[in-house]
Every structure is written in structure tokens, then in C-alpha cells.
């Protein structure tokens, strides 16, 4: 695996594009008056508790309350009231928590009134941004993640991430992080931790530490509500969370961004300082690297796979529904089941990419073709769960149901990324288009032809004729090497090209060497 990162920086915003083996699998969007990012922590209000719900309304400065439920208070919650009211008022000095007297755990199954108040001042953190018309989800069980560890504020447990498989090794780290973490803080270590010396555990443990202390200090006559600590940006976190030796360049068009991204790349890999590169182009970094084309073929109601299958997406208040088909595609399959499973795992390695790619959260169920044979369920459901291995977003795939249904259920904690790919469509007649005049992108046609060429080449087909619109048969000529060199160059066989000044802007059809229309 082969993973790049594309940063382009805007006036108002930021955008990460985070491509596997040259194809994107993560886009995010980072505007600058964005104040309520997952990780970031509060001192705010309680604006008031709900009974009913079993829930407090708590004022973070969203024009919605924040929502914290009474599981998400943490068990050691009194305490940390204490230690909030107790620092604002200047009592207390020593924010290391070593002499720190806690305070009883709450009950699990206690009622929120018995732990909080209206008005009371606390420390919370942002589990979910707002969606929608919700306003943020909110926890006062606080964390602080770096690259190998989470520094937990009142606790004294130490957890290992259970994707390291090597009892040795957990027991190593565990024995590690226990003899270097500070009393009164519960540590829970990374799987990027796995092999790991305790100098660098150590680093990291004192960066955190670092970034609660300056917290703390924050606190005193700090106003309610006020942001007391920020999570990384979101290029920073994409490294934190996901660096490795597979990474082979960052590629940044805004030299200030590229300053703090290459001093936080040699902050935690050293060795890799190099990959981190500054573009200065006059074409736009997205353009010059393929990824806005890519951009305009992965959004929008239909996405089409490789071989000719494609998904259709839609979108619902409670789900999102992904249907699965094989389109016009070269068969070499001798059998319907055969066929049914090859576009199903094609299919299965696409969703996968969109769940990331689109942040799509919540129940999330995919009709995939029906497999008679429950070995070929089996493959499929096995395909799918080893193609979201690496999406962090927390998930819980269900085995085929007996219509062929998957359902998956997928942490949203920010909403959605969606990107309008139809433009408007520029026939005086509007023909072709939507009941919004639109059309699909001319980039997206390009590929549908490309596609088309590929069926009709392994079909035997020796000549055929292209005829479309001036502007995409100039497209399909122009420059060298042209896409038509390419299809000469891929399967040795010329594609004749005739501009045809009656076609509206999308329309083309092939033809065959006697001039018959290919259907």
C-alpha cells in the first residue's frame, strides 16, 4: 500500500485529500470558522438537566445546547467537577492530579440529577459536530490523543488497543506505560505503539501532559463558555492517526501549512522528514495530481466501478440505501452465480472507498446481487469486512440477510461529505437533462466512453467509429499522448473519431466498420 496526501489551501478553508495507491479514499474540509471539532474540549455550562431524557443541555456557544447524556459523564465525573471549581476559583495550583483527593465514582445506572446541577461550570468535549439541526454531542469523560497514546484525565487504567494481536507485546507496553504515566491519569495505548521504545512512549506521554497543563492554566477566570483546548488541525490529525512507512510523500500548496506540517512530521518521525513537499505550481495541486477528476466520478447518485459495474446511492433522513448492478460489462464468467459474485466483491471494495470518502454514517444497508451458494456469502461478507479494515470510523458489519441485504451501522461523528458533481446544462433546449436542467459532468461522459471502448475492443469489435459532439471528440484527440493513443496503445486497435456539429453537448454513439449503430 501506497498512501499520498494532497493539502490545498483556500481563503476560508482547507481541504485533505488522502489517496491509496493512487486512488482517493478520504476528502476532508476544514473551514476556518469552524469552532466545534471533534476532540476539542469546553469549559461551558449546564444550561439545564432533563430527567426525562436522563440528559443535561449544556451552553458550549453553538447556537443549539450541546447534548450530554448521563453514560457519557464518565464514572469519575465529581471529581472532575471538583477539580474545574477548584482551578477557576485559583485554589488549586498543582494540575498534575498526584495529590489530588478523588472523589466516589457514580452509580452506572444513576440518574444525572444525583451528579450535576443547573449552572455548574465543567469541562466537556466534543464527541459528534453538529448535524443538521442537532447541536453537538458532548462527553466529560475527556481524552487527549497523541501519536502512540490517549492521555485520560482521572482514571488509572491502562489499555491496550486490541488490533495489537502479540499477548508479549501488550504485556510489554503495558508494563511500560505503567511505570512511566502519572498518577491519576489512565493511558490508553495506540496500535501504533506496537514495537515502540519507551523513550518515544515517553515523548509522547510528555507532549500530552504539556497540552494539560496549558489547559489547566486556561481555566482560571477563563469566561463560560470558552474553548480550552484544540484538537490538531485536520491534516495534523490525518498523520497522527494514520502515519506510517506507507506514506510516501504530503504534498502542501500553502508554505505556512507546509512549516507546521514538515515540524510535525519531523516531530514524530524524523526519518521521514523529506516526504513532506511544498507544491508551487500555477495549475491548481488537485487539478495537476488527477484528484478533482476523481472527485467528479466518486460524488453524485451513480459511481461506476471497474468492469462495468456501478452503485446508485441514495440518501434518506434514516439510512442511506446502496443498490448494487452489473451494467454492460465483458463477461468471462461461465455461470449467472459466477457472474453475481465477481460484481458483488468489485462492488463490495467500492462501497467501502465511499463510506470514507462521503463520511456516510449511520445505518447504512447495500443490495447486492443475489448469491444462491452460501460459500459466495460467506466470500463476499469476508471481502467487505477485510476492505473496511482501515476505516477508523467505528463500524459493525451483519452477515448477508436471506434477501441479500448487508446493513452497517458507521460512527458519524461529522457531517457528511457532499459534493454536488451535476452541472448545469448548457443545450439551449435542455435536452438530456434533469427536471433541474441539469446534467452529469462532461468528465464523467469521458469515462463512460472509455469504458465503452474497453466492452467493445474484448468483443471482438475490429474498427469502430466514434461520432460526438466537436468539444469531446477535440477532448478525446487533442495533445500527446491524446486518449485516443492511449486506447491505440492499451489494446492496439484505432478508434475513428468524427466531430458531429448536430449532437447536443453529451450525446455519442459508436458505429461499426460498415457504419451500423452499435447498440
Known amino acids: 500500500m501506497n498512501y499520498e496526501l494532497f493539502i490545498r489551501s483556500g481563503s476560508q478553508e ?3 485529500a488522502l489517496l ?4 482517493l479514499i478520504e476528502l476532508h474540509k476544514e473551514e476556518e470558522d469552524n469552532n466545534f471539532t471533534v476532540g476539542d474540549i469546553f469549559l461551558a455550562k449546564i444550561r439545564k438537566t432533563v430527567p426525562g431524557l436522563n440528559a443535561a443541555f449544556v451552553n458550549v456557544g453553538y447556537e443549539k445546547d450541546g447534548f450530554l447524556h448521563y453514560h457519557d459523564l464518565g464514572p469519575k465525573v465529581l471529581s472532575l467537577l471538583k477539580f474545574v471549581k477548584s482551578v477557576s476559583s485559583g485554589k488549586l495550583k498543582d494540575y498534575s492530579l498526584n495529590n489530588f483527593p478523588f472523589e466516589k465514582e457514580i452509580d452506572k445506572n444513576g440518574n444525572l440529577n444525583d451528579a450535576l446541577k443547573s449552572n455548574q ?4 468535549q466534543i464527541v459528534k459536530e453538529p448535524i443538521s439541526t442537532k447541536g453537538p454531542r458532548i462527553s466529560s469523560e475527556l481524552s487527549i490523543a497523541g501519536r502512540y497514546i490517549v492521555l485520560v484525565p482521572f482514571s488509572d487504567r ?7 494481536e502479540s499477548n508479549e507485546e501488550k504485556d510489554r507496553l503495558k508494563r511500560l506505560i505503567t511505570s512511566i504515566k502519572p498518577k491519576g491519569f489512565g493511558v490508553i495505548i495506540r496500535t ?16 500530552l501532559m504539556d497540552r494539560w497543563t496549558a489547559m489547566c492554566k486556561k481555566l482560571q477566570g477563563a469566561h463560560h463558555p470558552s474553548k480550552v483546548l484544540s484538537e490538531l488541525n485536520r491534516g495534523a490529525s490525518i498523520i497522527r492517526d494514520m502515519f506510517n512507512d506507507s506514506f510516501s510523500a504530503i504534498h502542501i500548496d500553502d508554505e505556512n501549512l507546509y512549516l507546521q506540517i514538515k515540524d510535525y512530521v519531523q516531530e514524530i518521525a524524523p526519518k521521514k522528514e523529506n516526504i513532506v513537499k511544498l507544491y508551487d505550481s500555477n495549475i491548481p495541486i488537485f487539478e495537476k495530481f488527477g484528484i478533482e477528476r476523481q472527485i467528479k466520478t466518486s460524488f453524485g447518485k451513480t459511481v461506476s466501478g471497474s468492469k462495468g459495474a456501478y452503485l446508485v446511492i441514495e440518501h434518506t433522513e434514516a439510512m442511506h440505501v446502496i443498490d448494487v448492478n452489473s451494467g454492460n460489462r465483458s463477461n468471462k464468467q461461465k455461470t449467472q452465480e459466477g457472474t453475481a459474485l465477481e460484481v458483488n466483491l468489485i462492488a463490495a471494495t467500492e462501497v467501502a472507498r465511499q463510506l470514507r470518502l462521503r463520511d456516510m454514517g449511520g445505518i447504512i444497508v447495500i443490495d447486492f446481487i443475489d448469491l444462491a451458494n452460501a460459500n459466495h456469502r460467506k466470500q463476499l461478507y469476508n471481502h467487505l469486512r477485510d476492505e473496511m479494515k482501515d476505516d477508523r470510523a467505528k463500524h459493525k458489519i451483519l452477515p448477508p440477510s436471506k434477501f441479500g441485504l448487508i446493513q452497517i451501522t458507521r460512527q458519524r461523528v461529522r457531517p457528511e461529505m457532499n459534493i454536488k458533481t451535476r452541472e448545469e446544462d448548457p443545450n439551449a433546449n435542455g435536452n438530456g437533462g434533469d427536471e433541474n436542467g441539469e446534467i452529469e459532468a462532461p468528465i464523467i461522459v469521458i469515462n463512460k466512453i472509455n469504458d465503452e471502448v474497453k466492452r467493445l475492443f474484448t468483443k471482438d469489435y475490429k474498427k469502430i467509429t466514434l461520432n460526438a459532439h466537436p468539444f469531446i471528440a477535440a477532448f478525446l484527440t487533442k495533445g500527446f499522448p491524446s486518449v485516443r493513443t492511449k486506447w491505440f496503445m492499451e489494446h492496439k486497435k484505432w478508434v475513428k473519431i468524427q466531430p458531429r456539429d448536430a449532437y447536443t453537448y453529451l450525446e455519442y454513439h459508436f458505429h461499426d466498420k460498415d457504419g451500423n449503430l452499435i447498440k
Not at 491509496?20 to 486512488?23: A, E, T, V
Not at 501504533?192 to 507532549?207: F, H, I, P, S
Open 14 to 16: 482547507v481541504d485533505f
Open 20 to 23: 491509496k495507491d493512487g486512488k
Open 121 to 124: 461550570s465543567i469541562l466537556v
Open 158 to 164: 491502562v489499555s491496550v488497543s486490541q488490533k495489537i
Open 192 to 207: 501504533v505503539a506496537e514495537g515502540k521504545k519507551v523513550a518515544e512512549l515517553d515523548k509522547d506521554l510528555q507532549n
